[in-house]
C-alpha cells in the first residue's frame, strides 16, 4: 500500500497549524481571564475523564484501559500510581533485562566511553591498518588503554549503552504498568536536564536516570535536588566538576578558578526560578560553596576535592556560610530547597505540564502551598495537582499539545502495539553511530532506511530526541513551542509510517486495522466524537480508499484531537 502526502492533501489542510488554515482544535488563541476562570471552573464529565487522566498521568490510553479505569475509579488508580512498588512489572522487566549495559558500574561505562572517542579510534585503527605508525601514548594514555583491554569493552560500547537507555525509556512508555512513574521520570529527567553529547555525559548519563532521577520520583524535593547536586553527569554537563578555588599563581599562570553555570542553573533552572529574587552576587557565593565538587574520573562517581574547596565565609541569600567543607554545597541546597521562591516554581511547573500552558493562578498557589507544608514532599505536592477541582475541568481538557515523545508513544500504546527491544537497540546503535541527519539526504537508500527507521530515530526527526536537549533548560513544558507547520507535517508522516509498518522496532498486531467504521475507530482512538473538519477528511478519504483500516488509523493518530491532551 502506498501512501503519500500528495494524496492525502486534504487531510494535510485540515490538520494545518496557523500559519496555513488550522482548524479551531489545532489554533492556540488567547482567552480572556473570564473564560478561563470559567473553564476551569466548570467539571469534566463522561468519558472525556477517564481519557483526560490516561492523557494526562500515563501516556495515553492502551486498548481496554479506559474500561479498566472506569471500574476502578480514578482516585484509587491515582493512589495505586502513587505507590509504583506495589504495581507488577515483572514481565516487562523480564524483558528489558538483556539491556545489560544499564547495569553497569559507572567505571566500565567511562570506560565505554574513552573506547568510543572519535581521535582515539581512527589513531588506533591507522595504526593497525599500518597506515600510520604506532600512536606514541602518553603515561596516561597508556594506561587508559591498559584498562580498556582488561576490561574487555566491546567497539561502539557506549553507543551501545545510549541505544539501550533509549529502548529502555522507550519500551517501558509504551509497555509500563507503572505509568505515573514513568511521566515523572520524563518530566524530572527533563527538569535536571544534561546533554549526552557533551563529554563523558555520554557514559554517565545511564547512571543519572538509574540512580539519581527513578528512584526519587516519589521522594521529596530535597533529596531529589541532592541527587541532581552529586550526579556526576551534571557536575560535568554544568562544568563544576572544573571549579575549583584559586591557587597561588605558579610560573605566573594562574591556576584553578571559579566556574558559575551549576550556580547560577542551580538557582534559575532548578529551584528558585529566574524571578526568584537572586542576584548575581548569589551567583558567586553559591558557585564558592560549590567548588571542589566534581567526579573521579577513573570511577565516574562523586568526588569532593576539599583542597579545591573555598573556605571563605559566604553569604547565600542573607544567610551565612563558612568553613563546612562540603557541607557549604549542602547547605545552600537546604536553603533552596525551602525557599517559597522554589515552592511556586516548582509548583508553576507541575501545574504547566499536568494542567494547562497558562495554570490558574489559584491552583499555583495551592500546590506551592502543599509544597511548603510538607517540606517538599513530591507525592503530596503531585495530590494537590491530581485532586485539584481545575486538573479535571473543561479548561484542562485537550488544552496541551502533545510533544513528539507523547505524540508517538501515544499512538503505539493508541494502536495496542509493543517495542520490540532486541532490533530496537540494534538499528538505534547504527543510528547513533551514523547520526541521525544522514536519515534526511535522500538517494537511492532512502526508502530502505525509512523502513528501519526505529521509534527514537522518528522522536528525534520530530525535533526532541531523547537525553540531547542542549540548552539547560531542557525541552519546553509550554506545549504551544510544538507547534509549527513542519512538525505537524513530520506527525502525518509518522502516523502514515506507524500504521504501514515503517517504524521498524514497533510490533502490531494483525488485527490491529481490520476495523474501519469510522465511529468505532474514532471512539477506540480520540475516546470521544470527532469534529467535523475531522470528520470531512477522514470520511473523503474513506471513499478513495474504502476498507484501508491502516489510512484511516494514520489519520486520525495525525488529527488535532489525537495531537492534544
Not at 462 to 480: H, I, K, V
Not at 490 to 496: E, I, S
Request: aromatic share 6%; proline share 5%; with cysteine.
Amino acid at each position: 500500500m502506498k501512501l503519500t502526502l500528495a494524496s492525502l492533501g486534504l487531510a494535510l489542510l485540515a490538520l494545518s497549524p496557523p500559519i496555513l488554515a488550522a482548524p479551531p482544535e489545532m489554533q492556540v488563541a488567547p482567552t480572556t481571564s473570564a473564560q478561563t476562570f470559567a473553564a476551569f471552573s466548570r467539571p469534566l464529565k463522561g468519558e472525556k475523564r477517564f481519557a483526560h487522566v490516561l492523557n494526562r498521568l500515563a501516556f495515553g490510553p492502551r486498548p481496554g484501559d479506559i474500561e479498566a479505569l472506569r471500574q476502578t475509579g480514578i482516585k484509587p488508580w491515582i493512589e495505586s500510581q502513587l505507590s509504583p512498588q506495589a504495581i507488577d512489572d515483572a514481565a516487562l522487566d523480564r524483558r528489558l533485562a538483556s539491556l545489560s549495559w544499564l547495569r553497569e558500574s559507572p567505571e566500565r561505562l567511562l570506560l565505554a566511553y574513552e573506547s568510543d572517542t572519535a581521535a582515539f579510534l581512527r589513531r588506533m585503527q591507522k595504526a593497525e591498518k599500518g597506515e600510520i605508525a604506532a600512536p606514541r601514548l602518553t603515561p596516561a594514555q597508556k594506561e587508559t588503554v591498559a584498562r580498556i583491554e582488561a576490561a574487555n569493552i566491546p567497539e561502539r560500547a557506549s553507543i551501545r549503552a545510549l541505544g539501550e537507555l533509549s529502548t529502555d525509556k522507550l519500551a517501558r512508555a509504551i509497555e509500563s504498568n507503572r505509568q505515573l512513574q514513568e511521566v515523572l521520570v520524563d518530566f524530572w529527567g527533563n527538569h535536571f536536564n544534561v546533554d549526552i553529547n557533551k563529554g563523558f555525559v555520554r557514559a554517565l548519563k545511564i547512571r543519572d536516570d538509574r540512580d539519581v532521577i527513578r528512584p526519587h520520583v516519589f521522594g521529596s524535593f530535597r533529596e531529589l535536588l541532592g541527587a541532581s547536586a552529586h550526579s556526576p553527569a551534571m557536575l560535568w554537563y554544568l562544568d563544576n566538576a572544573r571549579s575549583t578555588r584559586e591557587f597561588p599563581a605558579r610560573g605566573g599562570q594562574k591556576r584553578g578558578g571559579l566556574n558559575e553555570n551549576y550556580a547560577r542553573e542551580l538557582m534559575e533552572l532548578h529551584t528558585l526560578g529566574v524571578d526568584g529574587g537572586y542576584t548575581q552576587s548569589d551567583v558567586t557565593e553559591v558557585a564558592r560553596c560549590f567548588t571542589g565538587w566534581s567526579l573521579d574520573r577513573q570511577t565516574g562517581t562523586f568526588l569532593f576535592r576539599a583542597r579545591a574547596h573555598d573556605e571563605g565565609p559566604k553569604t547565600v541569600l542573607g544567610q551565612r556560610i563558612a568553613r563546612g567543607g562540603k557541607k557549604d554545597g549542602e547547605k545552600v541546597l537546604d536553603i533552596l530547597a525551602a525557599s517559597p521562591a522554589t515552592a511556586r516554581f516548582i509548583a508553576h511547573k507541575l501545574c504547566v505540564r499536568f494542567v494547562a500552558d497558562k495554570p490558574p493562578t489559584a491552583l499555583v498557589e495551592r500546590v506551592a502551598a502543599a509544597f511548603s507544608r510538607s517540606n517538599g514532599d513530591l507525592k503530596t505536592t503531585y495530590r494537590a495537582v491530581f485532586e485539584a477541582p481545575e486538573f479535571l475541568s473543561e479548561g484542562a481538557y485537550r488544552a496541551k499539545i502533545k510533544s513528539p515523545l507523547e505524540f508517538t508513544v501515544s499512538a503505539v500504546r493508541a494502536l495496542g502495539g509493543s517495542l520490540e527491544t532486541g532490533a530496537a537497540n540494534r538499528r538505534v546503535v547504527r543510528l547513533l553511530a551514523s547520526g541521525v541527519a544522514s536519515l534526511n539526504r535522500g538517494g537511492g537508500g532512502q526508502n530502505r532506511i525509512m523502513a528501519e527507521r526505529p521509534l527514537a530515530a522518528e522522536i528525534a526527526l520530530m525535533g526532541q530526541p531523547l537525553f540531547a536537549c542542549q540548552p539547560p533548560t531542557g525541552y519546553a513544558e509550554d506545549s504551544t513551542k510544538w507547534v509549527s507547520s513542519s512538525a505537524l507535517v513530520a506527525r502525518l508522516n509518522f502516523a502514515l509510517g506507524l500504521t504501514s509498518g515503517r517504524v521498524g522496532d514497533v510490533v502490531l498486531t494483525r488485527d490491529t486495522f481490520r476495523a474501519t467504521a469510522i465511529e468505532d475507530l474514532s471512539r477506540a482512538l480520540l475516546n470521544t466524537d470527532i469534529s467535523a473538519s475531522t470528520r470531512a477528511t477522514v470520511e473523503a478519504e474513506a471513499q478513495k480508499s474504502p476498507g484501508d483500516g491502516a489510512r484511516l488509523h494514520a489519520l486520525l493518530l495525525a488529527s488535532p484531537e489525537f495531537q492534544r491532551r
